[in-house]
């Protein structure tokens, strides 16, 4: 960011209030919950995933898995390797405040070197490390703090690079770009977007420029981190396009077709959770921003940047466009429009400084900083408002898979050792595991349909059996066939605990020839 003689005093002082509102919310929040950092159901199998790692029945490298972006799983592992850390969930907030701190002073500077103003960059990286919705994000172990801070790293260095023309920042950018797509497919977009704007900058001028090699280096640098993702499911899977053909799109079959009939209300949903999340002042401030921009050739550095920052949004729109995600007037899923936060504080900033230079008014430019400030407390005491990630998050818990929770607190209380085998679903899984406080290589996940047949690896290492009654569609086939064959469930297992959600059982205690012979008994080969 800055040099050691250059950081001005306001760069430690974001640094401080960005860490103690982050750590204070935390803290408030979890002394109020224990479950809190863990609400969203992808944060829950974010750390379970980075746990399998090395705590799994199948430890290592093809944990990489496919669909989920692999880097902010690798950066989980050093923290999650500690169970307190893990169960809790606290490696969330461990791993992201550092970047929304990080984030929140490149940010800083990026305005900063736009407006040439320290008020207006502090004010401009307030809008999005003080966002409600940005500081829950963050406290939790979800992909979206690390996609902040790289895509800002790469913002920032592509700045200095159209500044200096130095190649050590056009690769710094490059590199960041391959790291941050890495943590989300918003970040795709911008691998092509570094090399075409360096040809088209090395094209522009008659002498000198960027050297061929140097812009080549940069194209396969800032490629490499989608590269090596095609790469890897190529070569795990057969198909380097395995995780765009995944069993299931995120959104359900009826949203989709709705899509399909009024295409219009994506960009209206769209717009309206920006609204919610980010205020409307912002967004005036934001589109202010156009107007020192009238002279392109002038402001042309401004416009680059700002279209940096706009390409992860519009990969957003397309995905919920094309039915990968699903974004609804309940809520679901608004936290896909948060990386627009990191294109509102740049456009905002540039903005408020057009307003400053028009009006030398000190009152206004007092009610403008305040106006833009109101938002976050706007959001905290107004329920209607609310901070929907928040929100959305809890709801999801709470409705879907707080069941679970309680079941893996039941499994913890009974057990005396040996496996556990789930039919339940990945997320309920997923859950079931991280409250029992268990080693999750004690636990057998059943996903394959061709897994009917339960009594070998049951009778050899899983004592325990857990079905989960409010199926999932992964496990639905498998779960009912078993629902539906209690009388031999209960031949050999006996019940330790049943609702109208879970049946947990404990395998008998019953010698392995009479075992076989039941097995025979039952027809089971």
Known sequence: MESGEDRPATQYLLALLLAVVAGLAGTVLYFNDSHVFLYFGDAAAHIVRARQFFDSQRPGIDNLGTVWLPLPHLLLIPFIAIDALFYTGIAGPVVGIPFLVGTGLLLSSIVRRLTGSRGIAFLSACLFGLNPNIVYMVLTPMNEPALFFFIALGGYAFLRWLDTEAERWLFASAASIALASLCRYEAWLLAPFLPLVAAGKGLSRVKGGIRPAAMLLAAALSGAGVALWLLWNLIEYGDALKFARWTYSVAPTAVRDHLQQRPLDVPLLFGRAILTIFGPVVLIFAAAAVIPLRHLSAQRRSLLVLLYFKLPVLFALGAVLAGFVQV??????????????????????????????????????????????????????????????????????????????????????????????????????????????????????????????????????????????????????YVDYWLSRREVLADHYDIRLENEYFLLLERKQTGTSDWNSRMRRDGID
């Open 328 to 477: 609804d007037e309940w809520w679901w899923n608004w936290r896909y429009v948060l990386t627009i936060g990191l294109l509102l504080p740049v456009a905002a900033g540039i903005g408020l400084s057009e307003f400053f230079r028009l009006v030398p008014s000190v009152v206004a430019r007092a009610v403008a900083v305040v106006a833009l400030l109101a938002m976050p407390l706007v959001q905290l005491t107004i329920p209607s408002v609310g901070v929907p990630t928040f929100y959305d998050a809890s709801k999801g818990f709470y409705d879907r898979t707080y069941e679970a929770t309680d079941l893996g607190e039941e499994l913890r209380c009974v057990y005396t050792g040996g496996g556990a085998a789930l039919l339940t679903g990945y997320s309920q899984a997923q859950r079931i595991m991280l409250s029992s406080r268990l080693p999750l290589k004690d636990f057998h996940i059943i996903y394959d349909p061709r897994e009917k047949d339960l009594y070998g690896p049951l009778w050899e290492s899983d004592r325990y059996l857990v079905i989960g009654k409010r199926s999932m569609p992964e496990s639905k086939g």
